[in-house]
């Protein structure tokens, strides 16, 4: 048997969930026929075939979760070291084959309870009613036990069934946890006064383009921080990730070159990542490499916030609702519309005085008509 192992499907990305077989065990497919859908860093990957031949095996349900570099998917025949073959097939003393892989072969979640529970476990899970899959054990090695079982069970009479997970709540979870375990955050909140701004202007893209000024004016928010190796990458293009809220979860797609490119041009660039988003088809390389993000929440509620910085970036900035106030304008109070902001770094690569100024060219940029 060849083993057709799951691709590289962008930097970062280190494992799918399956979304959909196209394939069946026993079907004839050709060079480029897509095999199966895969939901990856938000988005929905379509896996064609590295060959022609006979599927003999396929690895995995959808909702499993498979690595890189696991095996996908067999077909019929010999394997040889082409690089859609993991591993080594060697023959049985009975002239079987016996697949012997270098990394392993992909195990699903519920495969891996199923596992770590004895047949009696198993069984009684059965009667009440328990997925294994939703249990983490308390015995040796992680093993379930039956008060696990029964433990459960009363959860989930008194609470209902837990909802695993998927896609990108998932991904936005691990992100978040990723977060939280590198990242030393600080922020700092202003007030953009836009009252002097013209009728029907684009929100968006003028905060777009005050972070690129301001990413040209304090160059060191605009960075990749390692915090294993405390080494940090100053970038001389500004590709703000921007925040999109969907039923499905949040996805962050990139625009990029802000600092070169004109309004319009942003505009339309941003609308085409918005339908790719919408309709679940942008590829994974357009939600990676971003230098700085943007989160307009105020287009919902809210009016500061502190936004989660995702490493390596530095910094993330937020947007608030936009509402009128009580402010000085040229020497006199007066009922100005201000745009809220917060700013969030992460200290260990920038300083609060860098922070600061970055934050004052914002509001340069914004106060102008």
């Not at 073959?85 to 023959?91: A, D, F, I, T, W």
Request: hydrophobic content about 40%.
């Amino acid at each position: 048997m060849k083993y057709f192992k799951l691709p590289d499907l962008g930097e970062g990305l280190p494992e799918a969930e399956i979304v959909e077989w196209r394939v069946n065990v026993g079907d004839s497919v050709e060079v480029d026929q897509v095999l199966v859908s895969v939901e990856t860093a938000k988005a929905i990957v379509e896996v064609p075939s590295p060959q022609a031949g006979v599927v003999a095996k396929l690895f995995g349900e959808p909702g499993d979760i498979i690595h890189t570099g696991e095996p996908l998917l067999g077909f019929e025949g010999e394997g040889d070291d082409s690089g859609t073959v993991v591993g080594e097939l060697k023959r049985a003393d009975t002239e079987t084959r016996q697949d012997q892989f270098i990394i392993g072969a992909a195990q699903s979640s519920r495969q891996a309870r199923h596992q770590r529970a004895t047949p009696g476990v198993r069984a009684l899970a059965e009667r009440l009613g328990v997925n294994l899959e939703s249990i983490s054990g308390s015995g040796p090695g992680g093993l379930i036990t039956n008060d696990d079982v029964h433990q459960q069970a009363s959860q989930q009479k008194a609470l209902g069934d837990a909802e695993a997970l998927r896609g990108p709540r998932r991904t936005m979870a691990k992100n978040m946890s990723l977060s939280h375990a590198q990242v030393v955050p600080v922020s700092i909140f202003e007030d953009a006064d836009i009252g002097d701004w013209k009728k029907g202007a684009d929100i968006t893209m003028r905060l777009v383009q005050a972070i690129a000024q301001a990413c040209e004016a304090v160059p060191v928010i605009n960075a990749w921080f390692d915090g294993d190796h405390l080494s940090r990458r100053l970038l001389d293009e500004v590709h703000v990730g921007i925040a999109v809220d969907t039923p499905e979860g949040l996805f962050v797609p990139v625009l990029r070159d802000v600092n070169h490119r004109s309004l319009p041009d942003l505009r339309q660039g941003l609308e085409n990542l918005r339908e790719a988003v919408a309709s679940r088809k942008i590829p994974p390389q357009e939600m990676q490499g971003a230098t700085i993000t943007l989160s307009n929440f105020g287009t919902m509620a809210g009016q500061y916030a502190n936004p989660i910085v995702t490493p390596p970036q530095v910094a993330i900035v937020g947007a608030g609702r936009i509402r009128e106030k009580v402010v000085p304008h040229q020497g006199k109070p007066a009922v100005r519309r201000v745009l809220p902001l917060s700013l969030t770094f992460d200290h260990r690569a920038a300083t609060g005085g860098e922070a600061s100024r970055f934050m004052a060219a914002m509001l340069a940029a914004l106060g102008q008509p």
